[in-house]
């Protein structure tokens, strides 16, 4: 089992910055792939980035060039910098984790962390 825990989230104003981080246990992190989602009220989970182990990263357009995708393996944790902030981010962020078991990969989530954009 793998426990995965976000923080950082909060109240910020329309293009202002928060910086989420999640970590997440074993002594595998850097195997791990990561990845973050968000769910607006009323809608569906989506994809908001993700960072391979090997530290590729892929982005949702609606946050490229604005968020940033990263990890320190030394930490077992991945971060998720959100500059330009908008309303539109206003959502619940879930961190992922991927873990690779023989033939197959298990996915963890986190309890998930509240940012509102709002002035």
């Known amino acids: 089992q793998v426990q995965v825990v976000e923080s950082g989230g909060g109240l910020v104003q329309p293009g202002g910055s928060l910086r989420l981080s999640c970590e997440a246990s074993?002594?595998?992190?850097?195997?791990?792939?990561m990845g973050w989602y968000r769910q607006a009220p009323g809608k569906q989970r989506e994809l908001v980035a993700v960072?391979?182990?090997?530290?590729?990263?892929n982005y949702a357009d609606s946050v490229s060039g604005r968020f940033t995708i990263s990890r320190d393996n030394a930490k077992n944790t991945v971060y998720l910098q959100m500059n330009s902030l908008n309303p539109e981010d206003t959502a619940v962020y879930y961190c992922?984790?991927?873990?690779?078991?023989?033939?197959?990969?298990?996915?963890?989530w986190g309890q998930g962390t509240q940012v509102t954009v709002s002035s």
């Open positions: 992922n984790a991927d873990t690779p078991r023989p033939g197959t990969v298990v996915r963890y």
């Open positions: 074993g002594s595998i992190f850097s195997t791990y792939a």
């Open positions: 960072i391979t182990s090997g530290g590729s990263t």
